[in-house]
């Protein structure tokens, strides 16, 4: 099978609210972000496949007939099975293949697992395609902002097209386009399966966003797109404090123990401010945007920072965050699972560019990250190349 060549790119996600809440069965309100990953797929006639990292030093290259070894005995499923459940004969065999021993994955095993499963679970019952993938991203990784689902996300894309599983978004003169809603699903379906290789037990939640973008209700399991958003400007900031997911969220779960009926009514306020904010994202898209809105979403930030203090997952470095940006007239949170990590500052339209400049600096100064962006912006979507970012270009063609 001959492939050519095929770019795509995945957004990453923010929290915008209700962390925390919603593993306690409360609605969360999660978003894309315009800061993407992207992935080049360049047929080759080396007679190997191999997958370029640059992100995280990774280049590797396999023998396509050294990889179809790897394939399990075909076997009867049932309809559907496959989209619910890993083939865990095959992923036995990439763990012994790449020499992962306990469970042990580091991110360069973690992406390279990923994208073997879905390679030879997708052109496996025939002829192994020769191709050289390249995978750049403007997200950090390790970081609650769905770098290993933008990432999923643009494999599965990428690797579905290839095999002709869906057919190819861009027309002749396009310089980006989207799939239609059933090829998405089945990008979204193979998305999961990577994320599952990655963290065992994903919610969905990510993958999603990333595939359709925009702005996705998240509520008891279940995740519902929302048709329309408006796009939001905001700075992005990590801290760059370490953080343990598992932790935060068995802390929370213990204070909620603890004091029930202090607790309860938290997590009602912050399921509160979601269901709030939601409606108001929707008046933003159907009448004139106002400062009264801005307004509004300021003041649930606000207060939605104070629940989640009060929930036990603020952390100084948030506190500092907060602070600085207020005193420039900026309203932040943050956003995942807290304790460090993340957050947003939302920008409205008239905010000078002078004061996000000195903000930004004012944040870097602190030691964080800081990114000006947006949320709210397209799922997956394919590429010509003039509508890929410089930056990944200059990568996907040293290639």
């Known amino acids: 099978m001959q492939v050519t060549e095929i770019l795509v790119s995945a957004p990453g996600k923010a929290i915008l609210h209700g962390e925390h809440a919603v593993v306690h069965g409360k609605v969360a309100l999660a978003v894309s972000l315009n800061l993407r990953t992207y992935l080049c797929l360049k047929g080759t006639t080396t007679g190997n496949v ?3 990292l640059p992100n995280i ?3 590797l290259c396999w023998d396509p007939s050294e990889l179809k070894q790897l394939l ?3 076997r009867a499923t049932g309809e559907g099975e496959e989209v619910k459940r890993l083939d865990a004969d095959l992923v036995k065999r990439l763990h012994e293949f790449l020499g992962v021993t306990n469970g042990n994955l580091d991110t360069c095993n973690m992406a390279t697992l990923a994208f073997l499963y879905i390679y030879l679970s997708l052109f496996g ?3 192994l395609p020769s191709f050289t993938l390249t995978v750049w991203s403007e997200l950090p990784t390790g970081a609650g902002l769905g770098s290993s ?3 999923a996300v643009c494999l599965s894309a990428a690797l579905l097209c290839a095999s002709g599983d869906i057919p190819a978004a861009l027309r002749e003169g396009e310089h980006a386009a989207r799939w239609c809603q059933e090829d ?3 990008i979204n379906s193979w998305a999961f399966r990577g994320e599952m290789i990655i963290h065992g037990n ?4 990510d993958n999603a966003v990333g595939t359709w973008g925009g702005m996705l209700r998240f509520l008891a399991g279940k995740i519902i797109p929302l048709s329309r958003v408006p796009l939001l400007r905001i700075l992005l900031t990590n801290t760059r404090v370490p953080r343990s997911t598992k932790l935060l969220v068995a802390r929370v779960t213990d204070k909620i123990n603890k004091f029930p009926s202090i607790m309860k009514p938290v997590l009602d306020s912050v399921d509160a401010i979601a269901c709030d904010c939601e409606k108001v994202l929707s008046e933003m898209t159907c009448e004139p945007i106002t400062g009264e809105h801005y307004n509004t979403l300021e003041e649930l930030i606000d207060i939605n920072q104070q629940l989640l203090n009060v929930l036990g997952v603020g952390h100084a470095s948030l506190d500092t965050l907060c ?5 420039r007239g900026l309203h932040s949170k943050l956003t995942g699972a807290g304790g460090g990590g993340c957050g947003i500052t939302l920008l409205r339209p008239e905010t000078d560019s002078r004061v996000v400049q000195t903000v930004m600096q004012d944040l870097r100064d602190c030691g964080f990250d800081c990114w000006e962006t947006s949320i709210g912006g397209p799922g997956v979507q394919q590429h010509s190349a003039l509508s890929v970012k410089e930056e990944a270009l200059e990568v996907f063609n040293c290639y």
Do not use: K, Q
């Open 50 to 52: 191999c997958i370029n």
């Open 57 to 59: 030093d990774t280049f």
């Open 72 to 74: 399990p005995p075909p």
């Open 125 to 127: 019952s025939g002829e």
């Open 149 to 151: 689902a933008a990432y």
């Open 184 to 186: 998405l699903e089945r």
């Open 202 to 205: 994903p919610s969905g939640v």
């Open 323 to 327: 602070r600085l940006t207020l005193t």
